[in-house]
């Protein structure tokens, strides 16, 4: 089993930039899929990026494509999102998700999630 938390979220200017980190407990954190997801307020959890087990793939949602970059290390069993050229629209709350089998844009399909953390853009 994997216990995850967020950190580094905050509130940053339009334009600027941003990492979030993801501490993962657990021996086995080197073998599961990550994923970032972000839900703003009324809205439905959407796919930011996932990362396979040895830091291949990655994928982004088409929103973020060019401006956020996933990326692990395995030996600090940590997962990162770099955010940059930030927008308004960005606005969310930021979850780590992990799974040892899947690998998607899928929420659903992710079995351990963290308590999120904050970012706020502002214009």
């Known amino acids: 089993q994997v216990q995850l938390v967020e950190s580094g979220g905050g509130l940053v200017q339009a334009g600027g930039s941003l990492t979030l980190s993801c501490l993962a407990s657990g021996r086995t954190f080197s073998s599961y899929g990550m994923g970032w997801f972000r839900q703003a307020p009324g809205k439905e959890r959407e796919f930011v990026a996932s990362?396979?087990?040895?830091?291949?793939?990655?994928f982004y949602g088409n929103s973020v494509k060019g401006r956020f970059t996933i990326s692990r290390d395995n030996a600090k069993n940590t997962v990162y999102l770099r955010m940059t050229s930030l927008k308004a629209e960005d606005t969310a709350v930021y979850y780590c998700?992990?799974?040892?089998?899947?690998?998607?844009?899928?929420?659903?399909?992710?079995?351990?999630w963290g308590q999120g953390t904050q970012v706020t853009v502002s214009s």
């Open positions: 990362i396979n087990a040895r830091g291949g793939g990655p």
């Open positions: 998700a992990g799974d040892p089998t899947y690998l998607g844009s899928s929420s659903y399909e992710y079995d351990y």
